[in-house]
């Protein structure tokens, strides 16, 4: 996927198609994005670019596993009724007794862990109007976002003197056009005019192939993409990539749920409201929607699922250009591919082969007309969010639907968020600059280095892995780059592109769209060059954290650096809980079923004994049955579609607790702040969203599952056999 801003994405699953080509595999929970909220960062972050499958911590039904029921099968009745009666009184169950999602006071932590220390909060807690969430993610991302928004202002209103920082006063510029609501509803449609009528005046499929690749360089949305990124298996270097567009929903299985028609009738709606404001005549605008909706029910037939992208090996299918151009009979790839790379590599990497095979049957002379009124569908939907407020407000209904988000944010809020987006590691350094303390990166970096060390012994004293692994992932870990606080460099279109301020005819859109394209030519550009090996994936100001496998790179940015997961205040415990889980976690991304699978210099290498592989995959299918089936609000999880990260959870967890335990730590405060960091509220709209496409297990589960397969667990708070906490031994799976 080229590198779109997130802010002018609205389909679903356009983003999610793009995350099998991003490398960051990170702690937070992923946040529904759409152009008319852009409440999320990442848009002109070098997170787009140079990093496949980075794993970053953040929350889905296969063949369901029921919960287990405590010590069940040791119970030894002499009589049925006794059998019964006995197992009536335990409570216990995989993420504990109780509804995560009720809060319940008194809760005693040996039932529900996380409901006995966030069920206060969450009786007082309440999601904004304009957010599908609130929780501790939720909480500093807001404290940051109305700092940062203030600053700008300040910056804006000549109030602050600016920065000493490249490209600065271009953030501030693009704010000021972004906050100007006078201006944008007084322009309505009219930055959009001529890139509408560029795409209504495609006259037939011939026309098409002639200019796709202009439409592709410029930042409109085709059905098929391509991008440069590392290769898997030669990471120094760079390679062309494939892969299908996304869905209009969030995911393909999204297709066959109950209210799919209901959520696609309300996005056709949408679009032709928002055509007719842009001046297309009631009838045509319909006919473009329809359009579009039958095209896109077309590509839902031929893309992954989300499980099937959450495995980063299904995603690597090398072929000659050669082969790959044979596939195409219909679209001139040959042309689009001059017109958008020049030159072409020796081959190509396909994320989605099915779709390749079937590419003949979605983009063909017969499908014209719908592809025309989805590519037009697209455009208006993506663009809404840069126009005047009235567009907002149209593009809202379908995100609204689909996370229950109650309104929209303020028109100043959203103006830093475009900023944010576009100038995201800009931002990023400015945040880590002026709000970052030295002390707490020296703190942090100082636990690290002990979070290294057990990580490092805990392979030495590993019992289920021969001497040649062993030595393997330990070569692995001591090669791991870990970077604390905000990045040095910023991309390069930055300093290539001007913001045009409305004087000189400039608009929101117009500027936005110029620096899109300046994005998608550097990317390009990096073809022939060797990898980025210093990239963050992830900026400052952004409360997460990420392992990039390409690189074997731990990043903790400095946003995530402040209470609950870190403060000089709290107990070496409670940090260890906070930061020390996730600093866990992201290591232990290079051991998880997706990461294990690279080396330490970041290709795509086994480096395991067979005999061990295949005692790793027994472990792995038993962290898939943890969860899976688990009832999470009115859906069910998919425990291969989370697996990685809920390995990443226990071995951070585990490590965390190893590192307490060495220094006689108290273990019930390190228990109780690693609760509180998960506490989270969610819409039920957003819940069935993040089910249906994200790699995380919900947050409540994430608190309560992982603690249960712990041993120091029980002893701490004495968990009994018949507790809502207890999970049969025989149940707990130890990886890392």
């Known amino acids: 996927m080229k590198n779109k801003f997130k802010l002018i994405i609205l389909?679903?699953?356009?983003?999610?198609?793009?995350?099998?080509?991003?490398?960051?595999?990170?702690?937070?929970?992923?946040?529904?994005?759409f152009a008319a909220t852009t409440t999320k960062k990442n848009a002109g972050r070098s997170t787009t670019k140079g990093h496949r499958n980075a794993h970053k911590i953040k929350v889905k039904a296969a063949k369901q596993t029921p919960p287990s029921r405590g010590n069940r099968s040791k119970l030894k009745a002499k009589k049925p009724a006794n059998v019964k009666k006995l197992t009536q009184k335990s409570k216990a169950a995989r993420g504990g007794s109780g509804n995560v999602l009720k809060p319940k006071v008194g809760t005693r932590p040996q039932d529900n862990l996380y409901l006995a220390i966030n069920s206060k909060w969450m009786k007082k807690a309440k999601i904004p109007a304009d957010a599908t969430s609130t929780g501790t993610f939720d909480e500093l991302d807001l404290k940051i976002t109305n700092e940062l928004s203030q600053d700008m202002a300040d910056f804006a209103d000549g109030k602050k003197q600016l920065p000493n920082l490249p490209n600065f006063d271009k953030a501030v510029e693009l704010y000021k056009l972004a906050r100007d609501f006078d201006q944008r509803n007084r322009d309505g449609a009219e930055p959009i005019k001529t890139d509408l009528a560029q795409l209504e005046g495609i006259t037939d499929?011939?026309?098409?192939?002639?200019?796709?690749?202009?439409?592709?360089?410029?930042?409109?949305?085709?059905?098929?993409?391509?991008?440069?990124?590392?290769?898997?298996?030669?990471?120094?270097?760079?390679?062309?990539?494939?892969?299908?567009?996304?869905?209009?929903?969030?995911?393909?299985?999204?297709?066959?749920?109950?209210?799919?028609?209901?959520?696609?009738?309300?996005?056709q709606k949408q679009s032709v409201d928002l055509l007719k404001m842009a001046g297309v005549s009631e009838d045509q605008a319909t006919s473009y929607a329809e359009q579009a909706i039958k095209f896109d029910s077309l590509l839902a037939q031929n893309v992954k699922s989300a499980e099937e992208n959450a495995d980063d090996a299904s995603q690597y299918n090398p072929m000659s250009m050669q082969d790959f151009k044979s596939k195409f009979t219909d679209f001139d790839i040959q042309q689009f591919l001059q017109g958008t790379i020049g030159k072409e590599p020796e081959q190509i990497i396909v994320t989605d082969p099915d779709?390749?095979?079937?590419?003949?049957?979605i983009v063909n002379k017969d499908n014209f007309a719908d592809l025309k009124g989805w590519l037009i569908v697209m455009f208006i939907n993506n663009s809404a969010s840069e126009l005047s407020q009235n567009f907002r407000e149209a593009s809202f209904p379908f995100a609204q639907a689909v996370t229950g988000q109650a309104k929209l944010s303020s028109g100043d809020k959203q103006a830093f968020e475009i900023v944010d987006n576009v100038f995201g590691d800009l931002i990023g350094i400015?945040?880590?600059?002026?709000?970052?303390?030295?002390?707490?990166?020296?703190?942090?970096?100082?636990?690290?280095?002990?979070?290294?060390?057990?990580?490092?012994?805990?392979?030495?004293?590993?019992?289920?892995?021969?001497?040649?692994?062993?030595?393997?992932?330990?070569?692995?870990?001591?090669?791991?780059?870990?970077?604390?606080?905000?990045?040095?460099?910023?991309?390069?279109?930055?300093?290539r592109t001007q913001i045009v301020p409305a004087s000189k005819g400039g608009s929101l859109y117009s500027n936005v769209r110029a620096m899109q394209i300046e994005n998608i030519k550097e990317n390009f550009a990096q073809l022939f060059q060797p990898a980025d090996r210093n990239g963050w994936g992830i900026a400052g100001d952004q409360v997460d954290a990420a392992y990039i496998p390409q690189t074997n790179s731990v990043i903790v940015p400095a946003a995530i650096l402040q209470a609950p997961f870190y403060d000089k205040k709290q107990s070496q415990a409670a940090n260890l809980g906070g930061i020390g889980a996730v600093v866990g976690h992201e290591i232990s991304h290079a051991f998880d079923n997706n990461g294990a699978r690279y080396d330490k210099e970041g290709d795509m290498r086994n480096w395991w004994t067979k005999k061990d592989y295949a005692e790793f995959k027994k472990k792995i299918k038993a962290e898939i049955n943890l969860f899976n089936g688990i009832k999470y609000g009115s859906s069910k999880l998919n425990g291969k579609q989370i697996v990685s990260e809920n390995i990443a959870d226990q071995g951070g967890l585990t490590v965390a607790i190893q590192v307490a335990k060495s220094e006689g730590d108290n273990l019930r405060e390190l228990f109780e702040n690693n609760a509180r960091v998960w506490k989270m509220k969610t819409t039920p709209q957003a819940i069935k969203y993040m089910l249906s496409i994200d790699v995380h297990a919900p947050n409540p589960l994430r608190a309560n599952v992982q603690a249960?397969?712990?041993n120091e667990f029980y002893k701490t708070f004495k968990v009994k056999s018949t507790d809502g906490m207890w999970l049969s031994p025989k149940k707990r799976v130890h990886i890392w």
């Open 430 to 495: 400015y945040y880590g600059q002026t709000y970052f303390g030295e002390d707490a990166k020296k703190d942090v970096t100082s636990m690290i280095e002990k979070i290294l060390k057990t990580y490092e012994k805990r392979l030495q004293n590993n019992d289920w892995l021969s001497k040649a692994t062993k030595q393997q992932a330990i070569d692995k870990l001591k090669a791991m780059k870990v970077k604390v606080g905000y990045p040095d460099g910023m991309p390069l279109f930055y300093w």
């Open 355 to 361: 779709f390749l095979n079937n590419v003949n049957k």
């Open 205 to 267: 499929f011939a026309d098409f192939n002639t200019k796709a690749a202009k439409l592709y360089d410029e930042g409109f949305s085709l059905p098929i993409d391509i991008s440069v990124s590392p290769d898997m298996k030669n990471a120094k270097k760079n390679a062309l990539w494939f892969s299908p567009t996304g869905t209009i929903l969030p995911d393909k299985s999204s297709y066959q749920d109950a209210n799919a028609k209901q959520l696609l009738d309300i996005y």
């Open 11 to 33: 389909s679903v699953a356009a983003i999610i198609a793009g995350s099998p080509l991003i490398a960051t595999n990170d702690y937070n929970v992923s946040q529904p994005v």
């Open 708 to 710: 249960q397969c712990q």
